[in-house]
């Protein structure tokens, strides 16, 4: 085998790690530890305004999880200040997609939020059979999104559903939150290099 043959076969493994990782799923933000977390009888609606401080892909939305302790599906959805239109939602359960340290995620259908405007993230803490626990209280927070989070609101809302509102003015409640997938075109021309090179090495080695 040349040694030209050779580095491409380096620069293969190289990029495979590459591509695996963009694959992956990055938490909008995350904590340490909780420490205190909270229930109610009433169903409430935990929302969480931000801006977008760059062009950014959300391909999850999920939940607060007390370490595996869901008990109720949970209404999410992502909704768009401006014009106060809902992009997308899903229902989170304890057998979703993807687990971080301390939410579940399902998949949805990626979105695109743009630079500059401001979005709201909204959460449902239960459903008509009752309401799951969800946080105020965290150390070690960190926002891993590029973002600025303007503040928090919540509503009580008896019948489960989703409902807008823009508001900043309570404490910091956590049920929701959303992760990150790479730009889809970025993912589609890093998987076209790797079928390119997979093609330049085959008729290397059959010539």
Request: charged share 10%.
């Amino acid at each position: 085998m040349s040694k030209r043959i050779f580095g491409l076969f380096i620069l293969a493994a190289l990029l495979l790690p590459v591509a695996a990782k963009a694959d992956s799923v990055s938490p909008g933000w995350e904590f340490t530890s909780v420490n205190s977390q909270r229930s109610s009888s009433n169903v409430y609606t935990f929302g969480i305004v931000f801006t977008a401080n760059s062009d950014m892909w959300v391909n999850y939305l999920g939940y607060y999880d007390p370490t595996g302790g869901m008990n109720y599906t949970h209404l999410v959805g992502l909704f768009d200040v401006t014009t106060e239109t809902l992009l997308a939602y899903t229902t989170v359960t304890s057998d979703s997609d993807y687990s971080s340290a301390h939410f579940l995620y399902n998949a949805i259908t990626p979105v695109e939020l743009l630079n500059g405007d401001e979005y709201v993230l909204e959460g449902v803490s239960g459903d008509l059979n009752g309401t799951d626990y969800y946080t105020n209280n965290v150390s070690g927070f960190a926002v891993n999104a590029p973002i600025t989070i303007n503040g928090a609101n919540y509503q009580i809302n008896v019948v489960g559903g989703l409902s807008f509102d823009s508001s900043t003015g309570s404490p910091n409640y956590y049920g929701p939150d959303f992760g990150l997938t790479p730009e889809p075109n970025s993912l589609w021309l890093l998987g076209s290099g790797l079928a390119g090179l997979a093609g330049l090495i085959k008729r290397k080695l059959m010539a």
